[in-house]
């Protein structure tokens, strides 16, 4: 790892084992990107990067220079107006109406580690040797207003961090319409764009389409990140497949407004943009003011896009999500929700808490319905003091009695709404998001607060603050259940209205901030109706999201195989619900929805009394195995095997970091007759490690199960007859090898054709 600069000191170059990104000071000042890629090595004047001809129509910079224009120069953060003619990075209003920025190059300085983003969730490091940082200062000679470009280089793994700060020096105020977090200038177009969408219930669905002439984008004005789009793209070559070949991705450390946006030009080349919205934002910077963006993290690889998420994986478990969880498997629960709903009492409560310890589970979690005159959607949110009809003991009562069970309790919170039947709205009804002369919109019945100002947000720590202090909670899972409408703050001026959206994300960050300072060991789950807010910026505070609120173990596949490209299996909450599903009235067998569960968290969405006695010793098993192998689940090396949304059957895994252990998920929707023999190729094991699948007396090498493949014909080969075990629909198999430690003596043809490998080798 290293930051090299010429002795011109014109020419940066961040550099690990893996990649290469390197820039330079333009002619007229400006940064210019010469190459992101894999590892290589320059020579001392690397100009001739810059390819430069005189193209008709073009303007240019210089009167005596018809080459040099901007159109055509590849830069590290593009501005509008100086002969580029693309979407730029950043937009600047000034007091003379102008919009015409110039960030000329200023000086450099390089330092070790990472600096932390005030009020910002990012990446971090634990010691500085882990990184080391380039800050590049720009400044516009006519405004004085001041750009700062970092870049983060890791030691290990293909990443770059980045973010942008301006600084106001000037005397006049700006406005900062566009403030994007990362700019980067392709040399070219020849890209497939992979994105990230889905509505509510099927949330991260892979889109893949080619990149071609125009701009192609996904993005969230919803003031959440949703569950429309994910602030996450792939660019990759049309030949690279799970397994090889050149990729790009680039996710958003934020959780509002973001737009992720490539604009390819008539000449083929390619402006990735990501960052915060433009529309609506609107940010205005007094003199001495700054403004920074959230942070973005590309990565590159040039190993397929499994090993691409692994380092994604591996970055936001242990360098995003932080404190007492971040390396501790995560508790086995029970959500009271779908079991009840509203209708529960606390003698109900702890009849369900009591089944659900017999069975194993570790922690009960209390959802809606504890709080003020909350009977139903459309009263009681903001007030968060518990119903004594419902709850006679009060949370701190409830608690107790569930810590005498020897399990853990856990609260449900959806601390930034309201409901105008509720004493908080009452006594501050300014204090929502709200047009004046306007309708409100609600949605189920609730308004969101103003989380822009402090005196709301401190008001809400308050609550939540005496709740924790008093009662013995320790998970909370902190929902959010509808986007922002009549965009508009009472307590800001008419020419900052456009910093709503923000300084609404930053007053949640703020709440989270606050209570997992004070409340370490409490364990936090972000949500958003499921999977609305899944997002990087919410793991720097929740290690773990309720990936979506369809628990149905079928759909459950395409949603984590989706979200799993970015995201780690720690961070996704999976549940175990009843059948019928609640959401799409499927009926899938109990071991099939725990075989999909099993990859995430865990947990149960249902009252385990209403199960049959088999059930119960059933879940008692789940339960059982998930504990004995939940830290190879939740932080293993996972692999997508077989994608659900190109087959009728799909397949992933998990290895332990010494590639002793693995656990492969097998999935098939629809049962068939007659089909070919199918065989499924693993991934991660060691080549020369003899492996037991299943415990069973056959030894499989590595190698073996990697190329040949591991069998998984079963009776819808054929006709099944006779006491052959018969398939079914939506049906799943867990493979757990295990390496023969037992049998340290090779077979003769394995080491005879170990022996020929290593001699041709």
């Known amino acids: 790892m290293g930051i090299a600069v010429n002795r011109a000191g014109d020419t940066f170059h961040l550099y690990n084992q893996e990649i290469s990104y390197i820039m330079k000071v333009l002619p007229n000042h400006q940064m210019g990107q010469i190459y992101f890629g894999k590892r290589i090595q320059i020579p001392e004047d690397c100009s001739y990067f810059l390819e430069t001809s005189s193209r008709p129509m073009s303007s240019c910079v210089f009167d005596t220079d018809n080459r040099f224009s901007m159109e055509h120069i590849r830069q590290e953060y593009g501005v509008f107006g100086t002969s580029d003619y693309r979407m730029p990075a950043t937009e600047v209003l000034q007091e003379n109406g102008s919009r015409i920025s110039e960030f000329c190059f200023r000086e450099y300085r390089i330092q070790a580690g990472k600096p932390k983003l005030p009020g910002l969730p990012a990446t971090y490091v634990e010691n500085e040797e882990e990184a080391e940082t380039l800050v590049i200062r720009l400044a516009d000679p006519v405004t004085g207003l001041e750009l700062e470009l970092f870049y983060t280089i890791f030691a290990a793994g293909g990443i770059l961090a980045r973010n942008a700060r301006f600084v106001n020096r000037g005397e006049q105020a700006l406005h900062l319409q566009s403030a994007m977090s990362l700019c980067l200038d392709l040399p070219d177009s020849g890209y497939d764009m ?126 995003l999500a932080r404190g007492y969880w971040r390396d501790r498997v995560r508790p086995i629960l029970i959500n009271n929700w779908e079991a009840t709903y509203f209708d529960f009492t606390e003698d109900k409560l702890v009849e369900i808490a009591e089944k659900a310890r017999e069975c194993g589970v570790e922690l009960f979690v209390l959802d809606d319905g504890w709080f003020g005159k909350r009977c139903g959607e459309q009263a009681g949110l903001g007030d968060w003091v518990a119903n004594p009809d419902r709850l006679k003991n009060g949370i701190t009562g409830l608690a107790r009695r569930i810590e005498d069970l020897g399990m853990k309790f856990g609260l449900w919170f959806e601390p930034e709404m309201v409901n105008k039947d509720s004493d908080l709205y009452r006594e501050h009804p300014d204090w ?208 997508r095997l077989q994608s659900p949304f190109e087959h009728n059957t799909s397949a992933w895994m998990v290895v332990s970091e010494d590639r002793k252990e693995a656990i492969v998920g097998w999935y098939r929707v629809l049962n068939g007759v007659n089909l070919p023999y199918t065989r499924l190729r693993l991934k991660g094991l060691t080549e020369d490690l003899p492996y037991r699948v299943n415990g069973g007396r056959d030894i499989h090498y590595g190698s073996e199960l990697m190329n040949a493949g591991l069998i998984t014909t079963d009776a819808s080969s054929g006709q099944a007859q006779g006491n052959e075990k018969m398939c079914r629909d939506f049906e799943s198999r867990l493979y757990i090898l295990k390496a023969d430690q037992g049998d340290k003596q090779e077979s003769d043809v394995f080491k005879t054709g170990k022996l020929l490998y290593n001699s041709i080798r």
């Open 194 to 319: 992979i994105q990230f969408s889905g509505a509510w219930a099927r949330e991260r669905y892979p889109k893949t389409r080619r990149l071609e002439q125009g701009i192609q984008s996904v993005g969230s004005i919803r003031g959440n990140s949703s569950h429309n789009h994910n602030p996450f793209m792939i660019l990759k070559r049309p030949t690279a497949d799970e397994f090889q070949g050149e990729a790009i991705g680039f996710s958003l450390i934020y959780s509002g407004n973001f737009l992720a946006q490539v604009e390819v030009d008539t000449y083929d080349t390619a402006r990735v943009l990501l960052g915060i919205h433009p529309h609506c934002f609107d940010w205005k910077l007094d003199p001495s003011e700054e403004f920074q963006t959230p942070e973005a993290v590309m990565v590159y690889t040039d190993q397929g896009l499994n090993h691409l998420s692994q380092t994604f994986h591996r970055l936001y478990q242990k360098r």
């Open 432 to 639: 929502i998001i709200q047009a004046p002369g306007r309708r409100n919109s609600h949605g189920r019945y609730q308004y969101v607060l103003d989380f822009s100002r402090k005196e709301v947000v401190d008001r809400i720590y308050e609550m939540m603050d005496k709740i924790l202090s008093e009662a013995k909670v320790s998970y909370i899972k902190w929902d959010m259940n509808r986007s922002i409408t009549e965009c508009y703050s009472a307590a800001l001026p008419p020419d900052r209205q456009g910093e709503v959206y923000h300084r609404y994300i930053l007053g949640v960050y703020d709440l989270y901030e606050r209570l997992t300072s004070k409340f370490p060991q409490v364990l936090f789950e972000s949500c958003a109706s499921g999977g609305g807010r899944f997002d990087p910026g919410m793991l720097y505070y929740a290690p773990q999201c309720w990936t979506s609120d369809d628990s149905d173990a079928v759909e459950r596949i395409k949603i984590q195989y989706g979200t799993s490209y970015c995201y780690p299996v720690s961070s996704m909450g999976t549940h175990v619900s009843v059948v019928p599903n609640h959401q799409i009235n499927r009926i899938t067998p109990l071991d099939t929805r725990a075989n999909v569960a099993y990859f995430g968290t865990f947990g149960y969405e249902l009252d385990l009394n209403t199960l049959t006695a088999d059930e119960q010793e059933e879940v008692k098993g789940q339960i059982a195995f998930m504990k004995q192998y939940r830290q190879l689940f939740q932080f293993g090396t996972f692999y």
